[in-house]
């Protein structure tokens, strides 16, 4: 299967992800809003280094974590450096964050890069167990009251001004629902300038699954590889329903198992339906949870974040992500949307399809997403 076709099968089976409890975690000592997936990792770029660098963050379970420093060159260097940094993380009995049982992975283990990831860990504890979990609550519930034509407003995040002398003084830390481990979305200046940027967020998808210890950063417009693609001129048209959905496809699509229409190697769409079970009241924690488990890249695969756009209205929001594949030189461009009927049927749709495929043929695929509807 193409990683266009795994990535969207993932996606159809995050519909369902709420029902393994026993993998939800949240960090020690963090009041959560929501709980994290196990193998849940983060990356941000960290504009406080004159090299390109990034620091990522991996959550195996409740306690046991890695953070990883990447940088193509540092200090003049022409080879990349990358540090690993394995610990468990705890609370002391003065309820401060606490790392033991550390191992480093590095060659050489720089003792500024060590002492770096060190502050990264126990600034990001202290900073975020300051932040209640009913703060998140609150933004998240302002987020889902946008408007479903715009994309959303960094406004509608949590924004707390702090000292932060790592990050050049008094910033603002940015806090989003949607973003795995510390829920951070960004540092920035008190003139709007970048000082730490969300870049990707995704999830192991197995214990060989390398992708966290294999990302390099992503360009800043990365580029699909071109591709030999031809639609036909007048398909037939399928109208496709089922108990909750329809959209219109046509004849060029073909079914590869329910749930699940393929367009050759090019382009992949998903859809699925579930009765939540839930009141009323707990719709809106769950839509926000269905869209940080979306936002999720799976292995291999890592969306764009610093592009995303997100449209958001009551119980529902529809997703545009260029997601990074840089083992086969590709990008793709997924299209999501979830809303919840008043029956309280939950409805995910997913079409995704290469870039270059999609740039040149927008209106087509474009045309699909405007017949689908969730009843």
């Known amino acids: 299967m193409s990683a266009p076709k795994r990535k969207a099968a993932a996606c159809a089976a995050a519909l369902f992800v709420l029902c393994s409890a026993a993998e939800l975690f949240a960090v020690p000592g963090i009041e959560a809003y929501l709980p994290d997936i196990?193998?849940?990792?983060?990356?941000?770029?960290?504009?406080s280094f004159t090299d390109e660098a990034y620091v990522g963050i991996l959550q195996y379970d409740e306690t046991t974590y890695c953070i990883r420093f990447y940088a193509d060159?540092?200090?003049?260097?022409?080879?990349?450096?990358?540090?690993?940094?394995?610990?468990?993380?705890?609370?002391?009995e003065s309820g401060k964050p606490e790392m033991t049982g550390e191992r480093v992975i590095a060659s050489p283990a720089?003792?500024?890069?060590?002492?770096?990831?060190?502050?990264?860990?126990?600034?990001?504890?202290?900073?975020?167990s300051a932040v209640p979990a009913a703060s998140l609550s609150q933004s998240a519930?302002?987020?889902?009251?946008?408007?479903?034509?715009?994309?959303?407003?960094?406004?509608?995040?949590?924004?707390?001004?702090?000292?932060?002398?790592?990050?050049g003084g008094s910033v603002y830390v940015h806090y989003a629902f949607f973003v795995p481990v510390f829920n951070i979305y960004g540092i920035t200046a008190e003139n709007g300038e970048q000082r730490l940027e969300l870049?990707?967020?995704?999830?192991?998808?197995?214990a060989e699954d390398s992708s966290f210890f294999d990302f390099a950063g992503i360009p800043q417009n990365p580029q699909d590889t071109a591709r030999q693609f031809t639609?036909?001129?007048?398909?037939?048209?399928?109208?496709?329903?089922?108990?909750?959905?329809?959209?219109?496809?046509?004849?060029?699509?073909?079914?590869?198992?329910?749930?699940?229409?393929?367009?050759?190697?090019?382009?992949?769409?998903?859809?699925?339906?579930?009765?939540?079970?839930?009141?009323?009241?707990?719709i809106p924690d769950y839509a926000a949870y269905m869209l940080r488990t979306m936002l999720l890249g799976t292995q291999g695969a890592y969306p764009d974040l610093r592009t995303i756009d997100i449209r958001a209205e009551k119980d529902s929001f529809t997703i545009e992500t260029r997601t990074y594949l840089p083992t086969g030189a590709a990008v793709s461009h997924s299209?999501?949307?979830f809303s919840v009927t008043q029956s309280g049927a939950a409805c995910l749709f997913d079409l995704t399809v290469f870039d270059s495929v999609y740039?040149?043929?927008?209106?087509?695929?474009?045309g699909i997403l405007d017949t689908y509807r969730c009843r």
């Open 73 to 92: 060159s540092l200090q003049g260097s022409s080879a990349p450096y990358t540090m690993e940094l394995y610990f468990t993380l705890g609370q002391a």
């Open 199 to 206: 870049v990707t967020a995704a999830v192991l998808s197995a």
């Open 231 to 282: 639609l036909e001129k007048q398909p037939e048209q399928l109208e496709i329903r089922d108990e909750h959905q329809t959209f219109t496809i046509d004849s060029q699509w073909k079914l590869a198992a329910p749930g699940m229409w393929l367009l050759g190697d090019a382009a992949v769409l998903t859809y699925s339906s579930a009765q939540t079970g839930l009141a009323e009241e707990q």
């Open 141 to 167: 519930a302002k987020f889902f009251t946008g408007n479903a034509e715009t994309p959303f407003d960094e406004s509608a995040l949590l924004r707390i001004n702090e000292e932060y002398p790592q990050f």
């Open 38 to 47: 196990a193998g849940t990792y983060v990356y941000y770029r960290d504009y």
């Open 110 to 128: 720089r003792p500024d890069i060590v002492n770096y990831l060190h502050d990264i860990v126990y600034e990001f504890s202290a900073r975020r």
């Open 359 to 366: 740039s040149a043929n927008t209106p087509y695929f474009t």
């Open 335 to 337: 299209s999501k949307q």
